[in-house]
């Protein structure tokens, strides 16, 4: 599985690199350390034993009918071509492409009450990935960023920790995942590549095959030694190489690390927890979510494109999209929960929008974003249960209606976030960081 797909706006890959990894929110290591270093002592961040978030997106939007809101009742053309299967929760149906998740519902609530009036991917993706509408229309093709991402403000708040990005993403960035106006120290590191790959390996998380490990720490060693002789700056000059130095060690502490070094190596994972997740590269990159969550890394995004299902909607679902999605998804869940991870560790599932009620003539669904399915669970999230509800045929949410607003509010909250601050652009000009919402208070039951 290829897991950057295009959507019906037809970007990519070459689209990311062409528009610059600057644009879209990504950042070579030793650019964003470095920039994260000045943030974090300008802001004289402390780093507590925090809640931290594993988001999956699925861009393109999923459906809510194929996944956790099926409607075995309504018409053909509506209900699609799979069945409803019973869940852990008597009297909760989930779509048979979801086995695993609907015996282990037990663990995890879906909310499927969250709705908004965006269509067009650029303007649903900025909305849920930042809780903030557009400020103007924005059509498929657009690369948004008028307000921060949720990862991004995650990192502001927190700075660096332990010699890890705070906010990463997996293998590529949301066309909302960036900073905006906060800075492209807040940019996720992009984690590429296949964690199911033999040789995988992260850029920038290891020392050049050209340097060995003894000759890189001895280069340092004579670099401290060189730092320690009286630099030849006036009395009260600001010294431009302190802020380089300080990133500078970071990066060293960092391809040095043992802790850095181990968090990225999936070898030393049990075969079978490999296989709980799944040996493809979805599942791995899950895996690895998790073990960046265990040392510390706040916000990590996995991202998976592809969910565009204009066409060949029940084809691709049965081809390995719905395996996948669910196997991952338990997997991590489970995990979580077996290492006592669960409680300090937020999992959200979701994309921009839902799909469309009626099955088209290419036998797939469009764009619809009256009606979506989220999944969420721990940081306290009570399982085995359904937030909202959608009507008889899932055209609406209809019960409990909640807002991407209530779903940044809600977020943020978990992880210790004042979601109603203030921010400041690099114009002065005072911007809510979620103006308006409110929590959705089932998940703080």
Not at 129 to 142: I, L
Not at 429 to 438: E, F, Y
Request: glycine residues 12%; charged residues 20%; aromatic residues 8%.
């Amino acid at each position: 599985m290829n897991s950057i797909r295009t959507n019906c706006d037809g970007l990519g890959r070459r689209d990311f690199l062409q528009v610059g990894f600057a644009s879209v929110g990504g950042l070579a290591l030793s650019d964003l350390m470095a920039m994260r270093a000045e943030a974090a002592v300008a802001k004289g961040k402390s780093s507590p034993e925090q809640i931290n978030c594993i988001l999956i997106w699925l861009d393109g939007g999923p459906s809510h009918y194929e996944t956790f809101d099926p409607k075995p009742n309504a018409p053909q053309e509506i209900r699609g071509e799979f069945k409803s299967i019973p869940t852990s929760v008597p009297g909760v149906h989930f779509c048979e492409t979801m086995p695993l998740l609907a015996k282990s519902f037990d663990k995890f609530s879906v909310v499927r009450s969250i709705c908004h009036k965006d269509p067009n991917h650029g303007g649903g993706n900025h909305y849920m990935m930042t809780g903030s509408p557009t400020p103007v229309p924005v059509g498929c093709g657009a690369f948004v960023s008028f307000h921060p991402s949720i990862g991004s403000v995650v990192s502001r708040e927190r700075g660096v920790r332990g010699g890890l990005p705070t906010y990463m993403s997996m293998p590529s960035v949301s066309r909302s995942g960036g900073a905006h106006f906060l800075g492209a120290q807040h940019a996720p590191f992009v984690v590429g590549g296949d964690p199911n790959s033999k040789g995988f390996r992260v850029r920038d998380v290891a020392i050049p095959q050209a340097i060995s490990e003894g000759r890189a720490i001895g280069r340092n060693q004579l670099r401290a030694s060189l730092d320690n002789l009286k630099r030849m700056t006036e009395k009260g000059a600001e010294d431009p190489t302190l802020g380089f130095d300080q990133s500078y060690i970071q990066g060293m502490e960092l391809v040095t690390s043992p802790m850095a070094q181990a968090a990225f190596d999936l070898s030393q994972e049990p075969a079978e927890t490999r296989k709980l997740y799944g040996e493809h590269d979805f599942g791995q990159r899950l895996l690895l979510a998790r073990r960046l969550a265990e040392v510390g890394v706040s916000f990590s995004v996995v991202y998976w494109g592809g969910w565009d299902h204009h066409r060949g909607l029940f084809k691709s679902f049965k081809d390995g999209y719905a395996q996948k999605l669910d196997q991952g998804i338990n997997g991590l869940i489970t995990d979580l929960d077996l290492r006592g991870m669960l409680e300090n560790t937020l999992v959200i599932c979701l994309g921009e929008f839902g799909r469309t009620p009626k099955v088209n003539k290419d036998g797939g669904r469009d764009h619809w974003p009256g009606a979506m399915s989220v999944l969420m669970a721990g940081a306290g999230i009570p399982g085995g249960q359904i937030v909202g509800a959608t009507d008889p045929k899932g055209y609406y949410a209809s019960e409990n209606i909640y807002s991407p607003e209530d779903f940044a509010v809600s977020v943020y909250t978990k992880l210790g976030i004042d979601p109603h601050q203030l921010l400041h652009t690099n114009t002065g000009r005072p911007v809510q960081l979620v103006n308006g919402g409110k929590p959705i208070k089932e998940l703080f039951a």
